[in-house]
């Protein structure tokens, strides 16, 4: 297993993805339904939580009315992973025009590395709605590259974890076969039977 950032919400993660995806799959999972955590709902833990993810600067910890704007784009994001599963089918009109919203009120500019390499980056003041404007930017260059289609939520949907598949016909359906998978599969078996 790949040694993980400290900001990643779970040191075990078996499916990691590549960065700089990891940034959108740790966000993703700030909210564990099966623990009932969410590491965005308190002001204190989820600016702890942003500041080391790099989603805010130091001097800049979130206000409430930022908090619920993150938890929105989170959860417009999930619907998008799993309409994703759908073949894109269930997206919601809303959750299109949450995100439309938040990258019309931020800017990206054009980078030259120098090795020539073009990159695009965006316009920081360090605030909350910059960092999750980047996460748009991390999602477009995935969608370009293809990986954004590995990025999947779990098919249990008491877990719902994302997880990154890299099974070689991109049909994974469980963070763990050995727990999710196997949790729905005798849930099937068990409802056959009756």
Not at 57 to 80: M, Y
Request: some cysteine.
């Amino acid at each position: 297993m790949t040694d993980l950032p400290t900001w990643y919400p779970d040191a075990n993660e078996a499916k990691p993805a590549p960065m700089p995806l990891l940034r959108v799959q740790a966000f993703l999972n700030t909210v564990d339904l099966e623990q009932g955590v969410d590491r965005l709902a308190e002001p204190d833990s989820a600016s702890d939580w942003l500041i080391d993810a790099g989603m805010v600067g130091p001097d800049r910890p979130a206000s409430a009315a930022e908090l619920a704007a993150a938890r929105e784009v989170r959860n417009c994001l999930r619907s998008l992973l799993e309409a994703a599963g759908d073949d894109g089918d269930g997206v919601r009109a809303e959750d299109l025009e949450t995100l439309r919203t938040l990258a019309s009120e931020h800017s990206a500019r054009l980078t030259v590395a120098d090795g020539g390499a073009l990159g695009i980056e965006c316009a920081r003041e360090d605030t909350l709605g910059d960092g999750l404007f980047e996460l748009l930017l991390v999602i477009r260059g995935a969608q370009e590259d293809g990986s954004w289609s590995r990025l999947k939520m779990c098919a249990n949907p008491d877990c719902q974890w994302v997880f990154y598949d890299r099974s070689r016909n991109q049909q994974g359906n469980w963070c763990d076969m050995a727990v999710c998978g196997n949790r729905l599969k005798n849930r099937q078996l068990r409802a056959r039977r009756r």
